[in-house]
């Protein structure tokens, strides 16, 4: 079946460090890619997507490139700031019904 | 826009008693309506989601229920509480096809004690 992996957390970066965090996925098919992320006390937010192989989705910074190769979507940022601090969930949706497949969740801690 | 409202944003309630989240969506017709619960430090469970007035569909066997009297009326119930559902829960829609982005709300934070 489908299923999203991302690399354990926390995570922990000094500001201004170079991010990545690592999304691995199994699906069939073409399934389009996202990254939510959740900052302390709040919902989910969505922070970037692709919906096909090659499509680089960018937002506040970030991006992520889907590799269809690799089966990779692993986000990255150039430059980190403390106010980036949070949870980064990345997930996939196959198309096929109306749910979504989730990763664990990968928390960030940035350090000033 | 098309916002999510969603409250309580938080309670705490004891063992035994019932429970009853409210959501609503603004500014989309017919969306895919969802419950999710995040136990504390741990990913996302999907417990009930809805395609339609009164078309329910449950993930997880549990002591929660879920109704959609309106279309754009989401609620998540308990007739008695267990320790075990506390946790943050968020209520989320979607476009009305598969696949479509999913968009959270806020989120409720329930402790049972």
């Known amino acids: 079946g489908n299923s999203v992996t991302q690399m354990e957390g926390p995570v922990t970066l000094s500001e201004e460090a170079f991010l990545t965090i690592n999304c691995t996925y199994t699906?069939?098919?073409?399934?389009?890619l996202f990254w939510y992320v959740q900052y302390p006390g709040e919902g989910l937010q969505l922070l970037l997507k692709?919906?096909?192989a090659d499509d680089k989705g960018s937002n506040k910074g970030f991006e992520a490139t889907y590799r269809k190769e690799t089966t990779s979507f692993h986000l990255e940022k150039g430059s980190v700031q403390v106010s980036d601090s949070a949870v980064y969930f990345c997930?996939?949706?196959?198309?096929?019904?109306?749910?979504?497949?989730w990763g664990a969740g990968t928390k960030l801690i940035i350090k000033p | 826009s098309q916002t999510i409202h969603q409250w309580p944003a938080t309670l705490v309630q004891p063992v035994g008693s019932p429970l009853s989240l409210e959501c609503t969506v603004e500014g989309t017709s017919n969306p895919n309506l969802y419950w999710y619960r995040q136990a504390a430090g741990r990913g996302l469970q999907l417990l009930f989601y809805s395609v339609g007035i009164g078309q329910i569909s449950s993930e997880v066997p549990q002591n929660l229920s879920a109704s959609r009297p309106q279309d754009r009326q989401f609620i998540l119930s308990s007739k008695k509480l267990l320790l075990s559902d506390s946790g943050f829960y968020l209520c989320?829609?979607?476009?009305?096809?598969?696949?479509?982005?999913?968009?959270f709300g806020e989120g409720s934070w329930l402790t049972v004690v």
């Open positions: 692709a919906t096909k």
């Open positions: 997930a996939l949706s196959d198309g096929s019904n109306y749910q979504l497949i």
């Open positions: 989320a829609r979607s476009g009305g096809s598969p696949g479509n982005t999913i968009y």
């Open positions: 699906a069939t098919g073409y399934p389009s």
